[in-house]
C-alpha cells in the first residue's frame, strides 16, 4: 500500500472512530447523568443539594465495598480514580456508565493511533512534516486537540468533554478528507526550515489545547443559562430574540439529562482556565518562533501582514481575557465570552485569513 | 466569615495594608485593570482594519489603486489612517496609553514585591479553621516536627527568592490548657509575582527595543547579475532606507560578487532551492566563497545579506544605424508568474545619431504554444524564446525626473513598424540577431545568466529584541504555572498533660483551581511528623 493510500483510508478510519467515540461519550454523559438523578431522588425528602452533595460520597462507600467494583474501577482507570479531585467530576462508576467509558476510550484511542499512523504516512509521502498546507494544518491539528484530551483524561475524569472533543475532531478530519484535501507537494523554499517545523508545531499544538478549553467555555456558558433558567421578555425586537435565543437554551440545557453530568459552571471555568493558560503560552512561543522564522526568510521579523495581525489579534484577545478574570465584574460569563472571542480569532486565522487575504504566508 | 479568594492579585500584599489602605489600593488597581483590559481590547480591534484593507507600506500599489476605485471613500480611509493602520495616530495613540498604564501599574508592584521579598513573612493567622484546606498529624517532638518542616520547604538554594519563605515563632496559644504554641508560617507567593513582573516589564523591553531598532536600521536592496559585484555603499544600493539616527559612515565597504545563481524546479514548476554563490571580499581580508539561500542569510557587517528574489538577464547588444555598439548589458527582467514569463525594458539613449531607441520584451523561458498565444511553460531555459516590440524617439530622460528602469515611458516614443505599416514585433532565441525596421541598427540576444536580488539588513536591536522576548516567555510561564500558596503549620510547645504526643495542625491558602496545593500540605506535615500515609488517602 502507497503511503498515500495508507493515509487516507488511516485518516477515515480514524474519523470513523472518532464518530463512534463521541456516540459512546454521549452516552457515557447520560448514564452518569441517569445515576446522579437516581442517587438524588434514593436521598428522599433531603434537599436537592445536600443530596447532590451526598451522592458522590455514597457512590465511594459503594465501590469501597464491593470488590467486583472495584475492579471494574482499576480497570477503567485507576488513576483517575485516584486523582480526582472535587466533587463535581467525581463521577460514579457503574457497569452502564463504565461500559460506554470502556467503548468510548477503546474508540478513541484506537482512532488517536491511527490518526497517527495517517499523519505520519502522509509525512513520508510528502517528504515533510505533515503541516504544510490547510489540509494538513487540519489533520494534525484536530489530532492534538484529541491527544490534548486523551491525556488529561488518562490521569483525570473529563467526560464532560469527550463528546465534543471528538465530534469536533470527527468533523474537521471530514471537512479535511473532503474539502481541504490536497496532494502532497514540495515546499516551497521560504517554507524550508527548522522554524517552520517549530514555529508550525507550537502553533498547531496551542491550537488543540485551545479547542479543548473552548468546548469547556462553551459548556459553561450554556450551563449558566441553564442556571439562570428563563426570563421574561421585555425590551426592543433584537433584545427579545436575544432573551428568546437564551431562553431556548436554557429550556433545552435543563431539559437535557445528560447536562446532569456536566460540572459546574466554576468548575468548568477553573478546567478552561488553565488550558487556556497553556494554550496562550504555546501561542505566545508561536508567535515569537513565527517573528524569528520572518527574520530568516524575509529579513524582517514583523511586517504586518495579514496572518501576522492576526496572530497578534488573538494573543491580545487571550491576554484580554487573562486580564479579565482578575478584574472584577469580569470573572465568570465575561471573561469567558472573550476567550471565545479569542477562539473565533484563532479558526478565522486559519480559515478565512488563509483563504481570501493575501500576504506571504499564502501557502495554503 | 467568607472564606479568603487570592486567585487575584488585588489581594497579594493584603495583610499588610488597613481596611482604608486596602480599599484604596485595590480599588487603584481594579480600575487601572480595567483600563488595561480596555485598552487591549481596543488594541485588537484597531488592528482588525489593517488585515482587511490594504496598507501603504505593505502594499504601496494595491493601496493607490484602492484609493483610486473607491474615490472621496478611499481618500477619507487614507486621510485617516486606515491605509496605514499601524502607523498611524490613534493606533500609536492606543499602545502608548496602553504602555504607560502597564508601566504605572508594574512599576509600585516592583516597590512592592521587593519590600515584601526583604520584610518578614506575615505571623500565621490566629485561627486555622477558618481556612478550607486544612489537615493535621501527630507527633512526639514538636520542634523536631518543625525544624523538619522547614528544611522541607527550603531545601532548594535561592528558596526565599524561588520559593517558599518560611518563619517559625513562639507564641501564646488561644487553646484552652496550652501556654505556648510554635507556628510556622510559609509564603509561597513569590515566584508567581516575579513572573508576571519580569513577563511585563519584558513588553517593556520589546517595545523599547523595537523603537530603537526602527531609529538604527537600515536596509538596501541591490540586483546582481552572474559574474557581476556589488559594493556596500549607499550609492550601489537600487533602493536604500534607514533609521533617522543611521550614519552612511558606518556602512563597512565590502564587496560582494554573484558567481553563480541555481534555481531547481521540479518537474511540475514548482521551486525547490534558489542558492546563491558569491564571494565576499571585506577590507583587509582574503576573499571567502559562500552560499546565501533563502532561509539562510549572510552575516556581514552587523547585519544579513537575504537572497531575496531572482530571475532572467538576457544579455542585449543593440547597433544602432551608423553600426556602433550602442547598447551592450545584461539586462534584470521581472518574473510575472510562477513559470517566470519575465518582462523586461532596454533603454538605448546613446545612438550615435537619430532618434533614441527602446524595447520591451518579453521572455518564456520555455516557450509553448497553447494553441493561442505563446506562454511559458516552466520556468527553467529549456525552449527560451524573446518577444520583442522597438520604439523610436525621446526616452525622456534628459528631464532630470529619475525614471523607473523597467517602465518604458512611451508618451513621446513611437512603435516601430514594417513595411507593411503594422507594429513591428518579432520572437527570437539566444543568439539571434534581428535587423530592426527602418534600417535602425540589430539587436541581439546573446546569453541568459541569472541575476539574485538581495537585500541587507541591519538591524542592531536584534539581540536585545531576542532577549526581551525570551524574558517575557520565561515570565509568562512562571506568572501562570507558578504555584500561589500559603501554608500554616501550628502546635502546642509540649504535649498535652497526659499526653505523649501533641498535634500538628497545618492549613493552605490558595486559588480554587491550584489542585495540587493539598497534596503539598499533606507532604509537608508528612515531612514534619513522620507520618506515612497510604497513597489512597491522596
Ligand atoms: C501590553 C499589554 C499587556 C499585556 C499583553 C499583558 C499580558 C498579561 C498576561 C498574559 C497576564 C497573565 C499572567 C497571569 O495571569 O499571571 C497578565 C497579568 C497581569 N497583568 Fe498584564 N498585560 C498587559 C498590560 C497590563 C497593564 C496595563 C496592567 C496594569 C493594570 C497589567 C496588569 C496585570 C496584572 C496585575 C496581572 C496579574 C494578574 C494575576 O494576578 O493573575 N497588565 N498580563
Redesign the pocket.
Known amino acids: 500500500m502507497s503511503p498515500q493510500l495508507l493515509s487516507l483510508v488511516t485518516l477515515w478510519a480514524a474519523a470513523a472512530l472518532y464518530a463512534i467515540a463521541m456516540v459512546a461519550w454521549s452516552i457515557r454523559l447520560s448514564r452518569v447523568a441517569d445515576e446522579r438523578i437516581q442517587a438524588r431522588q434514593g436521598a428522599g425528602a433531603a434537599s436537592s443539594t445536600t443530596a447532590e452533595a451526598a451522592a458522590p460520597a455514597k457512590e465511594r462507600v459503594a465501590v469501597g465495598g464491593g470488590d467486583d467494583a472495584a475492579v471494574a474501577a482499576m480497570a477503567s482507570g485507576a488513576t483517575s480514580f485516584v486523582v480526582d479531585d472535587g466533587d463535581e467530576t467525581d463521577l460514579p462508576r457503574r457497569s452502564g456508565a463504565d461500559r460506554a467509558l470502556g467503548a468510548a476510550r477503546a474508540a478513541m484511542y484506537s482512532g488517536l493511533l491511527l490518526h497517527l499512523v495517517g499523519l505520519i504516512a502522509r509525512g513520508l509521502d510528502s517528504g515533510h512534516v505533515p503541516w504544510s498546507n490547510m489540509y494538513e494544518y487540519t489533520i494534525t491539528g484536530s489530532f492534538v486537540a484529541v491527544a490534548v484530551f486523551g491525556i488529561v483524561q488518562a490521569r483525570r475524569d473529563w467526560t464532560f468533554l469527550g463528546a465534543g472533543v471528538t465530534g469536533f475532531a470527527t468533523i474537521a478530519l471530514g471537512i479535511g478528507l473532503t474539502v481541504l484535501y490536497a496532494e502532497s507537494t514540495g515546499l516551497r523554499p521560504a517554507l524550508q526550515s527548522f522554524w517552520l517545523v517549530i514555529h508550525v508545531a507550537i502553533a498547531i499544538i496551542s491550537t488543540g489545547v485551545f479547542i479543548v478549553a473552548a468546548v469547556a467555555t462553551t459548556l459553561q456558558l450554556l450551563q449558566y443559562e441553564r442556571t439562570d433558567g428563563e426570563r421574561e421578555l421585555t425590551g426592543g425586537a433584537i433584545r427579545r430574540l436575544g432573551i428568546r435565543v437564551r431562553n431556548g437554551l436554557a429550556r433545552w440545557t435543563q431539559r437535557a439529562t445528560w447536562f446532569e453530568a456536566i460540572p459546574s459552571a466554576q468548575k468548568l471555568e477553573a478546567v478552561a482556565f488553565r488550558l487556556n ?1 497553556v494554550g ?1 503560552v504555546l501561542w505566545t512561543f508561536t508567535v515569537m518562533a513565527g517573528a524569528v522564522w520572518a527574520e530568516h526568510a524575509w529579513g524582517r521579523y514583523w511586517g504586518w501582514d495579514p496572518k501576522e495581525v492576526w496572530s497578534f489579534v488573538i ?2 484577545l ?2 484580554a481575557y ?2 479579565a ?2 478584574t472584577q465584574g469580569w470573572l465568570g460569563r465575561r471573561s469567558a465570552w472573550l476567550s471565545i472571542a479569542a477562539f473565533v480569532a484563532l479558526i478565522m486565522n486559519f480559515t478565512v485569513v488563509n483563504l481570501f487575504f493575501q500576504g506571504l504566508h499564502t501557502y495554503a | 466569615m467568607a472564606r479568603m479568594k487570592i486567585d ?2 488585588a489581594i ?1 500584599d493584603a495583610p499588610r495594608l488597613g481596611v482604608k489602605g486596602w480599599g484604596r489600593w485595590m480599588w487603584r ?1 481594579v480600575t ?2 480595567r ?2 483590559l480596555i ?2 481590547l481596543l488594541l485588537a480591534l484597531a488592528s482588525i482594519p489593517g488585515s482587511v484593507l490594504p496598507q501603504w507600506p505593505q502594499n504601496a500599489a494595491n493601496t493607490r489603486a484602492f484609493i483610486e476605485q473607491n474615490g472621496w471613500w478611499g481618500r477619507f480611509l487614507d486621510a485617516t489612517g486606515f491605509l496605514d493602520v499601524f502607523g498611524s495616530a490613534w493606533f500609536t495613540a492606543i ?1 502608548v496609553l ?2 504607560a ?2 508601566i ?3 512599576l509600585p ?1 516592583v516597590r512592592v514585591y521587593w519590600r515584601n521579598l526583604r520584610s518578614p513573612v506575615p505571623p500565621v493567622p490566629a485561627r486555622l479553621d477558618r481556612y478550607e484546606n486544612r489537615d493535621e498529624a501527630e507527633t512526639a517532638d514538636v520542634a523536631a516536627a518543625f525544624e523538619s518542616a522547614r528544611s522541607h520547604l527550603i531545601r532548594r538554594p535561592a528558596s526565599s527568592l524561588l520559593g517558599w519563605r518560611v518563619r517559625v515563632d513562639e507564641r501564646p496559644s488561644r487553646q484552652e490548657g496550652v501556654e505556648t504554641e510554635l507556628a510556622l508560617s510559609a509564603n509561597g507567593e513569590g515566584l ?1 509575582e516575579l ?2 513582573l519580569i ?2 516589564l519584558s ?1 517593556v523591553g520589546i517595545l523599547a527595543a523595537v523603537a530603537v531598532g526602527s531609529l538604527l536600521t537600515y536596509r538596501g536592496q541591490a540586483i546582481i547579475v552572474e559574474g557581476d559585484s556589488f559594493t556596500n555603499s549607499v550609492v550601489d544600493y537600487d533602493s536604500f532606507s534607514s533609521g533617522n539616527l543611521f550614519r552612511e559612515s558606518s556602512l563597512e565597504p565590502f564587496r560582494l560578487t554573484l558567481d553563480e545563481l541555481d534555481a531547481a524546479f521540479n518537474v511540475q514548476g514548482l521551486a525547490e532551492d534558489f542558492t546563491a554563490h558569491v564571494t565576499l571580499q571585506e577590507p583587509e581580508t582574503d576573499p571567502v566563497s559562500t552560499q546565501i539561500q533563502v532561509n539562510r542569510p549572510l552575516q556581514v557587517d552587523g547585519g544579513k545579506i537575504y537572497l531575496q528574489g531572482n530571475g532572467y538577464a538576457p544579455e542585449i547588444t543593440v547597433v544602432d544605424s551608423d553600426g556602433n555598439v550602442a547598447f551592450s548589458d545584461a539586462v534584470p527582467y521581472l518574473p510575472q508568474d510562477g513559470v517566470y514569463t519575465s518582462t523586461g525594458v532596454v533603454k538605448v539613449p546613446d545612438v550615435t545619431s537619430g532618434e533614441q531607441l527602446g524595447f520591451l520584451a518579453t521572455l518564456l523561458p520555455t516557450a509553448a504554444d497553447n494553441g493561442e498565444t505563446l506562454v511559458s511553460a516552466h520556468p527553467d531555459l529549456a525552449n527560451p524564446m524573446m518577444l520583442l516590440r522597438g520604439y523610436s524617439g525621446d526616452l525622456g530622460l534628459d528631464t532630470g525626473i529619475p525614471q523607473n528602469v523597467y517602465v518604458l515611458d512611451e508618451s513621446q516614443l513611437s512603435p516601430m513598424r514594417d513595411e507593411a505599416g503594422n507594429v513591428w514585433s518579432v520572437a527570437l532565441v539566444p543568439g539571434q540577431t534581428v535587423e530592426l525596421p527602418d534600417g535602425l541598427g540589430t539587436f541581439t540576444w546573446n546569453d541568459t545568466p541569472r541575476y539574485g536580488a538581495f537585500d541587507l539588513r541591519a538591524d542592531p536591536s536584534l539581540p536585545w529584541l531576542l532577549a526581551a522576548s525570551i524574558g517575557a516567555l520565561v515570565g ?1 510561564a512562571l ?2 504555572f507558578a504555584p500561589r500558596r500559603r501554608l500554616w503549620l501550628v502546635a502546642p510547645l509540649t504535649p498535652a498533660a497526659g499526653g505523649e504526643t501533641t498535634v500538628v495542625r497545618a492549613a493552605i491558602m490558595a486559588p480554587a483551581h491550584d489542585a495540587g496545593a493539598v497534596d503539598e500540605m499533606r507532604r509537608v506535615l508528612d515531612a514534619a511528623t513522620g507520618r506515612v500515609r497510604r497513597v489512597e488517602e491522596e
Open positions: 493558560a496562550f494573543w491580545v487571550y491576554a487573562l486580564h478574570r482578575t | 487575584n492579585y497579594a488597581q487601572s485593570m483600563v488595561a485598552l487591549l499602545y496602553l504602555f498604564s502597564l504605572g501599574c508594574i508592584r508567581r513572573g508576571n513577563f511585563h513588553l509568562l506568572s501562570l
